[in-house]
């Protein structure tokens, strides 16, 4: 009986290990992208993600373009600039039009070289094909409240025959 027991305990332990492995290969992505695994990433000397709205997440915080372009600024004066910048998409967004765009004018005022994932092809931003833009900050949606919604600035119009 004791033999038995401990067989089933050994089973169940290899049972558990070989799930503990097979979870940890599969790290949840479905594409086998080498440049987004951190051992990709580090041939880049700094890496951003796409965040909603044209924003930027940077080093876990989430930036307008206008912060972002800030944050660079920093980096030049401190030394610190990065020569090569990986764009990657975020759990919340894609890498969007605006986003290249964004980057595309930072990579003029900065000099660095911005890279980014386009349909498994690591490719480089042409600031003049992509059509840089001004950087902008950030302007949340105005929501309205249920008793504005509907109405418009003059307070519900004016009407000749009232008068």
Do not use: W
Request: proline share 4%; hydrophobic share 35%; charged share 25%.
């Amino acid at each position: 009986m004791n033999a038995v027991c401990l067989f089933r305990r050994l089973a169940a332990a290899c049972l558990l290990a070989a799930v503990l492995v097979l979870a940890g290969c599969h790290r949840g992505s479905t594409k086998d992208d080498p440049y987004l695994t951190p051992q990709g990433q580090q041939q880049f000397d700094a890496t951003i993600q796409a965040y909603k709205s044209g924003q930027f997440l940077v080093d876990g915080a989430v930036l307008s373009a206008l912060d972002t372009g800030s944050h660079f600024a920093y980096l030049k004066e401190t030394g610190q600039l990065p020569k090569t910048v990986l764009l990657v998409p975020s759990d919340d967004s894609k890498v969007r039009k605006q986003h290249l765009q964004y980057m595309a004018r930072l990579q003029l005022d900065y000099g660095f070289i911005v890279y980014y994932d386009d349909k498994g092809t690591l490719k480089k931003i042409d600031p003049i094909e992509t059509e840089a833009r001004d950087l902008e900050d950030y302007h949340a949606p105005v929501k309205m409240n249920d008793e504005q919604q509907g109405k418009s600035a003059s307070g519900g119009g004016f009407s000749p025959e009232q008068h």
